[in-house]
């Protein structure tokens, strides 16, 4: 069992920057995909960014390349998400997921199919 927890959400201007983490107990993760969603109510979970198990290769939503960043450390467990240039559509609860079903693999990372286990989502509100 895997358990995923965000943090670093909150209110910030457009324009500013903030960062979310997310980080993983359990079993190990190192050798997994994770990604970020977000979420606004009433709409469908988006893709925002993922990154594959080494580290290497880094997957953005055309909506945030430029100006986010995905990040982990295997061995701290973690997976960051730098957000700047931070607009007010980019308002929504945003979620941390771990692809354990396909080990060294980012086949389909960019699909919420892909991820079976999620965290309890971070909102961030980015005010105009």
């Known amino acids: 069992q895997v358990q995923l927890v965000e943090s670093g959400g909150g209110l910030v201007q457009a324009g500013g920057s903030l960062r979310l983490s997310c980080a993983a107990s359990g079993r190990t993760f190192s050798g997994y995909a994770m990604g970020w969603f977000r979420q606004v109510l009433g709409k469908e979970r988006e893709f925002v960014a993922a990154?594959?198990?080494?580290?290497?290769?880094?997957y953005y939503s055309d909506s945030v390349k430029g100006r986010f960043t995905i990040s982990r450390d295997n061995a701290k467990r973690t997976v960051d998400l730098q957000m700047d240039s931070l607009k007010p559509e980019d308002t929504a609860v945003y979620y941390c997921?771990?692809?354990?079903?396909?080990?060294?693999?980012?086949?389909?990372?960019?699909?919420?199919?892909?991820?079976?286990?999620w965290g309890q989502g971070a909102q961030v509100t980015v005010s105009s």
């Open positions: 997921a771990l692809d354990m079903a396909n080990f060294r693999s980012t086949l389909g990372v960019k699909s919420p199919l892909a991820y079976n286990y």
């Open positions: 990154i594959s198990w080494s580290g290497s290769r880094t």
